[in-house]
């Protein structure tokens, strides 16, 4: 047996819940699941549909980007995992899909507002929009640069990755990370939910103010604050 053999299965369980979430269409999206200690990480295999994946068709692949192990070509998004996992020592799970809400938000080149409490359940900031990627940069390593176009974002905004597990990348999609690629998961599913609910708001009242300081902090903190009282 493959000593990736764990992070195969993870990344398999993971890729196979996005499907059931809704988060996908035929092969549009990936997770991968990184094993820091071994200093690799399990992707799915490019355009491979769901139905027919299984935990030895992942892809094992270096923080460099070279395939370790595995027979088939690692998805096409495999340098942007690797240059976030390099650059984000504290990252397990990586996910990217094209889901319908949050790539809408994307198109637009809009970060979605903190509208509810939903919304600050699970992060007291706007979820933020990356711009949209230069033509020199587009030239070069795509996959690649969509790594530093993201981590450029998050620098020049002055975000900490670890408390904004995800982000829009400009007129393409959306892509979460956490300490695990089921936490990864969880992240994309509460970013479309999030997404979703922005979009009606604003269809509602397409003046809808942000939500306000005191509920942002109430609702954050007593999930994750130190006195937190959410959950058993």
Not at 128 to 147: H, K, L, S, V
Request: hydrophobic content about 35%; proline content about 5%.
């Amino acid at each position: 047996m493959s000593k990736y053999q764990h992070i195969k299965q993870t990344a398999y369980e993971a890729n196979m819940q996005l499907p059931k979430l809704g988060l996908v269409l035929f092969t549009f999206g990936n997770v991968s699941a990184a094993d820091r200690e071994l200093g690799v990480f399990a992707i799915k295999p490019s355009g491979v549909p769901y139905d027919e994946l299984t935990p030895e068709k992942m892809v094992i692949v270096d923080f460099n980007g070279k395939t370790i192990e595995g027979d088939l070509r690692p998805s096409s998004d495999t340098l942007t995992h690797a240059v976030l996992y390099k650059s984000w020592e504290h990252i397990n799970g990586i996910v990217h899909t094209h889901s319908t809400y949050a790539t809408a938000w994307a198109q637009s080149q809009r970060c979605i507002p903190i509208f509810g409490t939903t919304h600050a359940d699970h992060l007291t900031a706007d979820i933020p929009c990356a711009p949209p990627m230069d033509d020199r940069m587009i030239e070069g390593d795509y996959e690649y640069q969509t790594g530093f176009q993201i981590m450029d974002c998050f620098k020049e905004q002055g975000i900490d990755y670890r408390e904004v597990e995800m982000v829009l990348v400009g007129n393409h999609a959306p892509f979460t990370w956490g300490k695990t690629a089921e936490k990864a998961v969880y992240n994309s599913a509460v970013l479309e939910a999030v997404a979703q609910m922005a979009y009606l708001t604003e269809q509602i009242n397409n003046s809808a103010p942000r939500l306000k300081d005191s509920l942002i902090k109430k609702h954050y903190e007593r999930k994750h604050g130190p006195n937190s009282y959410y959950g058993q």
